[in-house]
């Protein structure tokens, strides 16, 4: 099995800065890729940025130019920093991870982690 772990979210105010977290666990022998998610109340949920093995990235339109998402290869871990946040970025964001083991390949999600940006 593959777990997640996520950590990084809290209370800023609009312009502020974020950096989110996530780490994989487990009999990982490969990770295919790994993304962000986000989920606003009352919204469904939508990427907001993900990158591959070969560190091919893509992102929202609506972060573009704010958030950046990168990769610790050695750690397994996934990290978005997410600066001149918005209020409209309010959302619980979650960690997806597509990952290989000897035994299959694993879709896993986190548990998700709250980003309210409010003053």
């Known amino acids: 099995q593959v777990q997640l772990v996520e950590s990084g979210g809290g209370l800023v105010q609009p312009g502020g800065s974020l950096r989110l977290s996530c780490a994989a666990s487990?009999?990982?022998?490969?990770?295919?890729?790994m993304g962000w998610h986000r989920q606003a109340p009352g919204k469904e949920r939508e990427l907001v940025a993900v990158?591959?093995?070969?560190?091919?990235?893509n992102y929202a339109d609506s972060v573009k130019g704010r958030f950046t998402i990168s990769r610790d290869n050695a750690k397994n871990t996934v990290y978005l920093q997410m600066t001149s946040l918005k209020p409209e970025d309010t959302a619980v964001y979650y960690c997806?991870?597509?990952?290989?083991?000897?035994?299959?390949?694993?879709?896993?999600w986190g548990q998700g982690t709250q980003v309210t940006v409010s003053s």
């Open positions: 990158i591959t093995s070969g560190d091919d990235t």
């Open positions: 487990g009999s990982i022998s490969r990770i295919n890729f």
């Open positions: 997806n991870v597509r990952a290989r083991t000897v035994i299959r390949t694993y879709d896993v």
